[in-house]
């Protein structure tokens, strides 16, 4: 499986962004996909992920973010809402199935104040 994360950037605080992750290769039916950040000098962390039937978990998003799928392209998203500079970092895209964790190589997210 190869991820494919686009939608960073350069944002000021208070502005939105939206990532979007397509996954290609073998995918499985049953399969879970999220979005990791790894702020500067820090370690990767969850900020959320949704499972293949719609059900999304949060995790560190204190309710700005959504996270949503679109199963027929294979694409997870991640709309960022009202960011802070606490926002900056790496966003990582992860897919799960019964074959293990697949990462995509990130996306730049830097938040200005």
């Known amino acids: 499986v190869q991820l494919q994360a686009s939608g960073g950037g350069l944002v000021q605080a208070g502005g939105s962004l939206r990532l979007s992750c397509a996954a290609s ?24 992920y949704i499972l293949s039937g719609g059900r999304a978990h949060y995790v560190d998003s204190e309710g700005r973010f959504t996270i949503s799928r679109d199963n027929a392209k294979n694409t997870v998203y991640l ?35």
Do not use: H
């Not at 049953?30 to 500067?40: E, F, K, S, V």
């Open 79 to 113: 709309q960022m809402n009202s960011l802070t500079p606490k926002d900056t970092g790496i966003y990582f895209c992860k897919y799960t199935d019964g074959g293990g964790d697949y990462w995509g190589k990130g996306t730049q997210v830097t938040v200005s104040s």
């Open 25 to 48: 290769g073998t995918i499985s039916r049953i399969n879970t996909m999220g979005w990791y950040r790894q702020a500067p000098g820090k370690e990767r962390v969850s900020v959320a």
